[in-house]
């Protein structure tokens, strides 16, 4: 079974400035995809960023990266230039590519106050 | 194009009554999902559905049904509903093996 942990329930951020949410998991899997989702006070969950575990190169999405160490299994979000629409919980979450399943186990979040 | 939809949006429902929380994609997407969302536990799985006519079971499956007679529809039904199903209830729906979930809007339970 995968554990995904996320030790910071929540932390803020000056508008602006750069921001890294933790995350860590434990797995015996070799092959798998590790992805942030964001979910703003409407609720809906949105896809950040996606990583997949064979590659070396760390994603980016325009101000979202990741810093992907896969020996340590950590797997951490850097937002630059927070802006005020940041302000959300971040949710860390692992996909083991086994057989035809595709599940999702989630870390419990980390609330993000991005502060004008 | 809507995506998921999830109805109803929220609902109180008395203890020990049944309830069913209805989810449709439009997607064509052979893999559905329920979660449930709780403060401070994030996202736990109840059941899955690898594709029409197959069901699994999640994390957390007890006291929860699903069936999946199409592609389009994968319904959770709560046969005698108890307060601690209390939650936020996400339907999601993915093409396949690795690709992104998309989530519904949410349908939040409240058990009294």
């Known amino acids: 079974a995968q554990t995904v942990t996320q030790s910071q329930p929540e932390m803020s951020v000056q508008e602006a400035e750069t921001v890294t949410l933790s995350c860590t998991y434990d797995t015996s899997e070799s092959n798998y995809y590790l992805f942030w989702y964001k979910q703003p006070p409407s609720r809906q969950m949105i896809l950040v960023i996606r990583?997949?575990?064979?590659?070396?190169q760390n994603a980016t999405e325009n101000r979202f990266s990741v810093n992907f160490q896969k020996a340590a299994k950590s797997f951490s979000l850097k937002i630059s230039d927070s802006q005020l629409g940041d302000t959300a919980m971040y949710f860390c979450a692992f996909m083991a590519l086994t057989g035809a399943n595709s599940k999702l186990t989630f870390g419990k979040g980390i609330t993000l106050s991005v502060r004008p | 194009i809507a995506g998921i939809t999830q109805a109803p949006t929220s609902q109180i429902l008395a203890a020990g009554r049944r309830m069913t929380l209805r989810c449709t994609q439009d997607m064509r997407h052979n893999a559905m999902y329920w979660y449930r969302q709780d403060l401070g536990l994030g996202l736990r799985l109840i059941h899955y559905s690898n594709t029409a006519g197959t069901t699994g079971k999640g994390e957390v499956p007890d006291g929860y049904s699903v069936s999946r007679a199409n592609t389009d529809d994968f319904p959770l039904t709560l046969a005698s509903a108890v307060p601690s199903q209390t939650s936020v209830y996400f339907c999601?729906?993915?093409?396949?093996?690795?690709?992104?979930?998309?989530f519904g809007p949410g349908t939040r339970l409240t058990v009294l």
């Open positions: 990583q997949e575990a064979y590659k070396q």
């Open positions: 999601a729906s993915s093409a396949g093996e690795g690709r992104e979930q998309f």
